[in-house]
């Protein structure tokens, strides 16, 4: 049954991928791709931890901010420069 809660941040962070790729984004910058995985995996894991002992807000807030985190990259990252498209050679006969 975990798999099926962890299929809405697998299809996420693919999506993400796509995104950045075609946003321009290459290297390193795409591992926060991963954090929506991350973010369920942990947020499971500390439900667990928090459940008995308090500190319930840390099991919803650190996977919420994880999920988040690939739209914050976007959002507030400096974009890579586009590049400027070949120039086009005219085949009209002038």
Do not use: D, H
């Not at 739209?71 to 590049?83: D, E």
């Amino acid at each position: 049954m975990m798999i099926f809660s962890l299929l809405g941040p697998l299809i996420a962070s693919v999506l993400y991928v796509i995104v950045f790729q075609k946003a321009g984004f290459r290297g390193a910058i795409l591992a926060v791709c991963a954090a929506p995985v991350l973010g369920a995996l942990l947020g499971r894991a500390l439900f667990g931890a928090f459940y008995g002992g308090g500190g319930m807000a840390f099991a919803f807030l650190i996977p919420t901010v994880l999920s988040l985190a690939p739209l914050l990259v976007l959002a507030f990252m400096a974009w890579p420069p586009v590049a400027p498209s070949a120039t086009r050679t005219s085949t009209e006969n002038t």
